[in-house]
């Protein structure tokens, strides 16, 4: 996907999504503590097997930072932003 489709679609999805290097996207959630974060991830999981789409979590303390893209091409597609469209319901 070129830069700039990347970028019109990245306009279509919130704000505190990141586009890194015309790669991946990611966004950083923020929790109370670590069961609240962890529910986000279960949550967030569910939504990921039901579209045969994973992301990678990072789960922390208070934090859980998701990263995706389309592991079979190594880049970004259009599903990897509706799968963040889709992550950002769970606000």
Known sequence: MI?????????????EWSLI???HIERTW??????????FVNSAGRICEDEGH???FELGWGRVKVI???HKINGL???D??????????D
């Open 54 to 56: 994973h992301a990678d």
């Open 30 to 39: 923020g929790f109370d503590n670590f069961e609240d974060a962890l529910e």
């Open 68 to 70: 995706i893209w389309t």
């Open 3 to 15: 830069e700039a489709d990347s970028q019109n679609l990245l306009g279509q999805i919130n704000e």
């Open 81 to 90: 932003f509706i799968l963040a469209a889709k992550l950002d319901l769970l």
């Open 77 to 79: 597609t259009e599903s």
């Open 21 to 23: 290097e015309n790669h």
